[in-house]
């Protein structure tokens, strides 16, 4: 095993199976970040019904973030605030969505990496780094685990999309070797 101590690339990137059941159950960064801030939305809404007024306090700005990942964030900060908005007129509360505390009464989210730790109470954690000795995991070693996948009848496993995010990763692969023989020496290189 080797140490990945750096931020996450991407969205769009297969999570180790040992976080996918503490994460809500996401086989994916996007997928454990949706739901971060799905939870924290479902807690203020409970909140702001119960006492009127409460603040959504969110980090000021995204810290070791590639750029990929900042964007896909910021898009998820925008649906927030819109369903923060929609869900305040249909509760008839007031949920801010901001990176200071306007209310006594407050949810966080914060950045953090992924870990098998107990999350605190009105804080929500949303992945943006390693910081484990967990091996990359790749799209195909994702398709192949099906102990990963739901168990409902209805649905296949693995999903379309990850089959066909295994083939790109796998023609990527394959590309990089071809050209430079020596890539995976400097990508290892790299890592540390």
Not at 35 to 60: K, S
Request: aromatic share 12%; with cysteine.
């Amino acid at each position: 095993m080797s140490s990945r101590r750096r931020p996450i690339k991407s969205a769009h990137v297969p999570v180790n199976p040992c976080y996918a059941e503490h994460w809500y159950g996401a086989h994916t960064v996007a997928g454990a970040i949706n739901h971060a801030f799905q939870a924290a939305l479902d807690r203020a809404i409970r909140y702001g019904g119960r006492y009127g007024e409460v603040t959504i306090v969110m980090p000021h700005h995204w810290e070791q973030c590639s750029a990929s990942l900042k964007a896909f964030l910021n898009d998820r900060l925008q649906t927030l605030v819109r369903f923060a908005n929609g869900a305040g007129r249909t509760y008839n509360c007031v949920i801010h969505v901001c990176d200071a505390r306007r209310t006594s009464v407050y949810v966080e989210m914060c950045q953090s990496a992924f870990h098998k730790n107990e999350f605190a109470q009105d804080v929500f954690e949303i992945p943006t780094h390693w910081d484990d000795a967990e091996d990359d995991y790749t799209w195909a070693q994702l398709c192949e685990d099906g102990c990963v996948g739901p168990t409902s009848s209805t649905h296949i496993w693995p999903p379309p999309e990850y089959k066909r995010r295994a083939e790109l990763e796998k023609m990527r692969n394959a590309r990089t070797a071809r050209f430079d023989p020596f890539a995976r020496y400097y990508a290892a290189a790299n890592r540390n």
